[in-house]
Structures are given as C-alpha cells and as structure tokens.
C-alpha cells in the first residue's frame, strides 16, 4: 500500500456507517484526528516495509512523574516504552491501542462522544479465529485510554470520552453550553449541572463578573451557600465536586482561572481527604500526572478549614472527630509531598491537627449559627487573605 | 406553666438570634411549625400534671410494612411504640427527639435548610452536668430524623432538612426554582442538577410541553441521550438519577406524574440492580415506606433493558456480564416481593435472565451503534408499548 497523505477533515477512510453520519470537524477535532491519524499512518508505514509496527509511549509510572518547582505543577518525565506488534508480552495491549484509537476516531468523525465503559463496550468482541475477547474487562481498556492520552497528548475529552459527572455551580457568570446561553445567577436552588466535556468548543464564558471562584467539597455545603445567595453578596462563582471533584469540574475551573484569571478558593474539611483534594485542584494528580498542565492550578488557595480553626471559631467538643491511624498515616505521607514539603505555613497546619488529634467538618461550624460558615467564618478570612498558598 | 395557643406564624418563643431572623412563613411551614408545636405542647401539657411525658411512634419495623394493592404502593401498619421520658432505656431517645424537632422548628422559623449532618452538628453537644453528649455520631440522629418524619407525618424536606443530590435534568419543561425561570429545553450539554427539596414552594412547573419522562439509570446513558437530543425528537423530560434516585429526584418524578400527568418511562439495567431501582421508583422503599405515598409512582414503566434483548437485539456475547452468586440471590429475593410475585410477565422477566446467566448494561448497546440506543432501541420500545408494568 502507497503512502498516502490523510485530510482528516476531508476523506477518511470508514465503514459505509460512519460515512453516512460524518459531521464538519472543527479545529480541535481536526487536530487530534490527525494525531489519531499519524499514529495510524506509522504502522502502515511499518508494514510498507519501514521497520517493525511498534510506538513510544511516555511511561506513566510514578517513578517518571516530577514536581516542577518553577511552574509549581506535577510533571511527567521523558522516559518512554516501547510496545511492539511482533512481541508476544505486548502484541495484546498493541491491538488494544489500536482499538482504542480507531473507537475515539470514529467518535470525533461522528460528532458523538461516550463514556470510558461505553468505549469499552463498543471495542470488546471476540477476536476471529479465536475464542480471545479484545478487552476482558473495563480494567484493560481504561490503562489504554491514559496510554493513548499520553501517546497523542490529548485530553480524554477532545478523544470525546467523557467521565461520570458530578458537582454544580451557580454565580455570577453566564455560560455558553452547546449555544444555550444559561446564566449561573438564574439557577435556583439546583443550579447548573457541569458537564464532563467542558472544552472550549462546547463550554464558552459570557458576561463574567465574579471577582473569584470558591470551591467547597460538598454539595451539602454548597447548599448551604446558594441558600444564602453568598455568590451575589461577594460577586463570586460558587462551585462543589462532591467530593474529589471530578475531571469536568476541574477543566473548568481550570479554565475559569487561565481565561478569566478568577482566583480559585477552596473551603475543604479539616482532614486529610480535605487536604488531598486540595493538592489535586492545585497541583495534580500524580496518577494522572500528564493531565496537570491542563488541570492543575497553581495558583489555588485553601481557605479552610484550618488546624487553628476549633479554638480561633471557639467551636465546643462535639465539633471533633478523633482522627484515626490511617488518618494520621495519610497526614504524614501528604506533609511528604514535595510542594508541602518545604511551604511552613502548610507543615504547621498538618503538624496541628496531628497534635489536636482531631478533624472537622466544614459542617460542624453549623454548631455556632446556621448561616456562621457564610456569614462570618468565610468572608472574614476572605477579607484578611488568611489561606494557605 | 398555664397552656396557651401558639400561632407558629406569629410569635413563636425562640432564643433571640432565631427571632432577630423569623421570616414570614408559607402554608406548608406554618403546617409543618404546628406539627412541631403540638409535639412540643404534649410535653409541656405532661408537665403541667396531665400524664407522663411520652409519645407514640409509628413503628417503622418491617413487620409494620405491607403491599397496598389496591393503590399499588408500600404503606405502613397501624402499629406504634411509645416512647417515655421516664423510661432509663427510652429517656436518651426522647432527648433526642425533641432534639431534632427543636432543631428543625429552628430551621423553619429561620427560613434555612441544612442537610442530616448539618442537622446533626446543630443538634451535638455536650449535656451540662455530665460527660455525656447528645448525639454519638450521625448514625444516632438519622433514625430520630425519620421517627419525626413518620410522629409528625411529614417529609423531612418539609422540616427543611436536605439530602445529597445527585441526577440532572433536561427537556420540554420550564421549572420556576425558588423564582428563576429555567428552560430545560436550553440547559446545553450539562442540564438543570435537580436539587434536594422540590416541595411546591420551592419548585413550580410552567409551560410544560412533554408527553412523558424518560428516566435513566446513569448519568453516562443520560449523556447519550441529551447529546443526541432525544427529548427534542421525543417531546420528553429527560432525568437520572446516577444509581438508585436520590430522594429529591424521586420526588420530582413523582410530582411531574401526579400534577402534570406525565407518565415516567425507566431504562436501566437489565440486572437485580436495575430491577430494584425500579421497584424503589414504582412502589418505594421499604426501609422508608412512611414516604411512599409522596414519593411512589405505581404507574411506572420497565422499559428495559429486558432479558430477552440479548437475543432481540442481536447482541454479542462480548455484551453479556455472568451473573455472580449475589446476583442470583438477590434477583430470586425480589421475584418473591408482593408486586412482583403475582406480576406474570416480571415472573418470566426475571426466569429468563436467571436462565441466561448473565445481565446487560444499557451502555453495552453502543456495540450495536454509537446512537442505537436513542435512535432504534428506545423509540421502537416506546411505539410498541413494549414495557413491563
């Protein structure tokens, strides 16, 4: 087969059923077909005759993953590996790249995206010939998406694979979501739902007059702030990732930072779960470490709850929660992080509740007003800029 | 203390950080405050010599639950149990309610809301004179929550107390959410996130055009859906839940079926879990069958995904998941509930799928096509009728 040069945009080859449903890419699209394309392009080369099918992918293990001081973010090393076709310990997972690959092409040709597992569904079956299945569960397909990621040096998302959602925001923003204008002071008390794909050709920013975002972990929280209309007294954008906060919630808080240059305050519980999630919306996952220059956001604050919290708010007993052995073990590998390492005010805080000995929840401060969080406890410290950096 | 009627509307006794805050109560709180009051009125009246402080709870033991045929849903018996001040093994938990009915009259008088935890935490403190707390832990508040529920006959979320949310919305209906209008028809790819309390105060409908509300299952399936515009195509409301509904979900499809009139279509999984949401939908839960009045929808169809669509659809085996010993357990303990036991085509729906050995996800359709699930699966089922009731 001749070498031939591939318009993504224009003819590609597909079945007659992807064909008859091909939309216009645009220019994000466009770009990562094509990497889809030179990916494909280099085993067909390779069985033109130019050498051995086999790719480099940038090695994902822990061992490769760096904390960059100056950009303050986690970074992925230079080491790659080599998978092979003609390599019977890698022939597999390289059919299953390939797998993967064509699955997410035929998405962006289609102009549909799916979930990690349907992906997963739409590339298992049974190998012909053989009684071997492509994929024998989710757990072999998932490893290869975060291959492919690193392999094109794309998001997931513009592969258009989206993850499970969760978390809402309200505030004084309005959002362009698949050209439904939907503004984020208008939401009731539910507000919107964020979407897992929020890249800029699906979510686009209007009319932004926040002065800042604050991120709480809970959605029980966060009510509790949407209640109170906090977002309009302080001319802010609230948001919550119930929990972790998921992929979506973080690309657009990433993005709200990078583009609207809002600074990101984060109201997270007093423990070590509080402390981790901060450390991902600051600086990353480590597991995902390549994901981090397009999630991370160095520039993040934590505002609370702090060590120092249960005799500066004057909070009774019951406030406590002991910490347990895992709590104080996970407290002590979190000090160990290289971006908490050498910061004294975040050594200090950890080395006060191992002391206190115990956590709190941003809830308890309920314990001294119903509306204490939003009335007096986060808009003092926002005024005298009490966060940890 | 001389008994005198109390208007809750009017002045109600309250510490002064409560009255400084009383807001001008609607129909359903001044309902809700009274209910309170006469709980509280009890004990006082027993104070002032008419008896000995006790109340009587309906009793939420299984026991106590049965299948109400004629109406189709899950009630509660007759039974009660009392619950004495005087009584060493019963005093903590009278304490305790009348814990949580203060806490809650505090929250209606106030206007706010807060979740269990929060309510938890409000409630928690150290008992003068001893070392004893009020509350131990959550675990300890949350079923005095619900004997309120059922002492007072109301929802908990009309004694202003939130659950976690979860599921969003989109479709052919404008929701008015505590004043702001919001178009589900233009909520883009994220949707309108159903929020924890959807009494009639807070959530009105307007200007609904739908025929009918397809719930599904995941928020991954809703994606599909919603980015396919299948609501559009459909003239529907498009909802999930992510898993098993949260309580504010389900009370939203209850109330859009009862008012509105719209019939509620559910697509989930083809496995117990699946079966089980349903039930859960259909004719409530029977952990808290004291709300299924509110909350179930004995109209409520099974789509699917049924056993028989391995073969209907043409599947292939990469799409089957075996079922496991839990499987099978759980999916012969729900052949055997009331509404299923009498019910010949569910019989025949749950045989089969024992007999297949294994389930089907929604998602695994994507292996059929991208969009078969929106464009052939569902609209064919829907033309034929083709559900389980």
Same mark, same amino acid.
């Given at each position: 087969?001749?070498?031939?040069?591939?318009?993504?945009?224009?003819?590609?080859?597909? !079945?007659?059923?992807?064909?008859?449903?091909?939309?216009?890419?645009?220019?994000?699209?466009?770009?990562?077909?094509? #990497?889809?394309?030179?990916?494909?392009?280099? @085993?067909?080369?390779?069985?033109?005759?130019?050498?051995?099918?086999?790719?480099?992918?940038?090695?994902?293990?822990?061992?490769?993953?760096?904390?960059?001081?100056?950009?303050?973010?986690?970074?992925?090393?230079?080491?790659?590996? *080599?998978?092979?076709?003609?390599?019977?310990?890698?022939?597999?997972? +390289?059919?299953? !790249?390939?797998?993967?690959?064509?699955?997410?092409?035929?998405?962006?040709?289609?102009?549909?995206?799916?979930?990690? =597992?349907?992906?997963?569904?739409?590339?298992? /079956? *049974?190998?012909?010939?053989?009684?071997?299945? *492509?994929?024998?569960?989710?757990?072999?397909?998932?490893?290869?998406?975060?291959?492919?990621?690193?392999?094109?040096?794309?998001?997931?998302?513009?592969? /258009?694979?989206?993850?499970?959602?969760?978390?809402?925001?309200?505030?004084?923003?309005?959002?362009?979501?698949?050209?439904?204008t939907i503004d984020c002071a208008r939401m009731g008390s539910g507000g919107y739902a964020v979407p897992s794909i929020v890249e800029p050709d699906v979510i686009q920013f209007k009319n932004c007059k926040?002065? +800042?975002?604050?991120?709480?972990?809970?959605? !029980? @929280?966060?009510?509790?702030?949407?209640?109170?209309?906090?977002?309009?007294? /302080?001319?802010?954008?609230?948001? /919550?990732?119930?929990?972790?906060?998921?992929?979506?919630?973080?690309?657009?808080?990433?993005?709200?930072?990078?583009?609207?240059?809002?600074?990101?305050?984060?109201?997270?519980?007093?423990?070590?779960?509080?402390?981790?999630?901060?450390?991902?919306?600051?600086?990353?996952?480590?597991?995902?470490?390549?994901?981090?220059? =397009?999630? #991370?956001?160095?520039?993040?604050?934590?505002?609370?709850?702090?060590?120092?919290?249960?005799?500066?708010?004057?909070?009774?007993?019951?406030? =406590?929660?002991?910490?347990?052995?895992?709590? =104080?073990?996970?407290?002590?590998?979190?000090?160990?992080?290289?971006?908490?390492?050498?910061?004294?005010?975040?050594?200090?805080?950890?080395?006060?509740?191992?002391?206190?000995?115990?956590?709190?929840?941003?809830?308890?401060?309920?314990?001294?007003?119903?509306?204490?969080?939003?009335?007096?406890?986060?808009?003092?410290?926002?005024?005298?800029?009490?966060?940890?950096?």
């Amino acid at each position: 087969m001749a070498k031939k040069k591939t318009n993504p945009s224009e003819s590609v080859e597909s !079945t007659p059923k992807t064909r008859k449903r091909a939309v216009k890419l645009n220019e994000k699209d466009t770009r990562t077909l094509e #990497a889809l394309n030179r990916l494909a392009q280099s @085993v067909i080369n390779a069985a033109n005759g130019a050498g051995e099918p086999e790719m480099y992918i940038p090695s994902r293990s822990l061992s490769n993953v760096w904390f960059d001081e100056k950009k303050r973010i986690i970074q992925m090393g230079d080491r790659t590996t *080599t998978r092979q076709l003609f390599n019977l310990s890698q022939a597999k997972a +390289f059919m299953q !790249t390939m797998l993967v690959a064509s699955g997410t092409s035929e998405l962006i040709r289609q102009g549909k995206t799916t979930s990690i =597992r349907g992906l997963y569904y739409l590339m298992k /079956h *049974t190998i012909e010939h053989a009684k071997e299945e *492509t994929f024998n569960d989710q757990g072999e397909s998932d490893p290869i998406i975060e291959d492919c990621e690193v392999l094109l040096e794309c998001l997931r998302e513009e592969m /258009h694979l989206y993850a499970q959602t969760r978390g809402a925001m309200v505030g004084m923003i309005q959002i362009v979501d698949k050209g439904d204008t939907i503004d984020c002071a208008r939401m009731g008390s539910g507000g919107y739902a964020v979407p897992s794909i929020v890249e800029p050709d699906v979510i686009q920013f209007k009319n932004c007059k926040a002065d +800042f975002i604050l991120h709480v972990e809970k959605d !029980t @929280v966060w009510q509790r702030f949407n209640e109170d209309k906090f977002w309009k007294k /302080h001319n802010c954008i609230l948001t /919550h990732g119930s929990g972790q906060p998921p992929r979506g919630m973080r690309r657009l808080l990433y993005r709200m930072n990078k583009e609207l240059k809002l600074p990101v305050i984060c109201l997270l519980d007093n423990d070590p779960w509080g402390y981790y999630i901060y450390s991902v919306i600051k600086q990353g996952s480590i597991n995902l470490a390549f994901e981090s220059k =397009r999630m #991370a956001i160095p520039s993040a604050k934590f505002l609370g709850l702090r060590s120092k919290d249960f005799e500066a708010c004057g909070l009774s007993k019951s406030a =406590r929660i002991n910490l347990n052995d895992s709590d =104080r073990k996970r407290a002590k590998q979190i000090a160990e992080y290289p971006w908490f390492k050498n910061n004294k005010p975040w050594q200090q805080e950890i080395k006060l509740m191992l002391e206190n000995g115990f956590k709190l929840e941003v809830e308890s401060l309920i314990s001294k007003d119903i509306s204490y969080v939003t009335e007096i406890y986060t808009p003092q410290r926002l005024a005298a800029k009490d966060w940890l950096d």
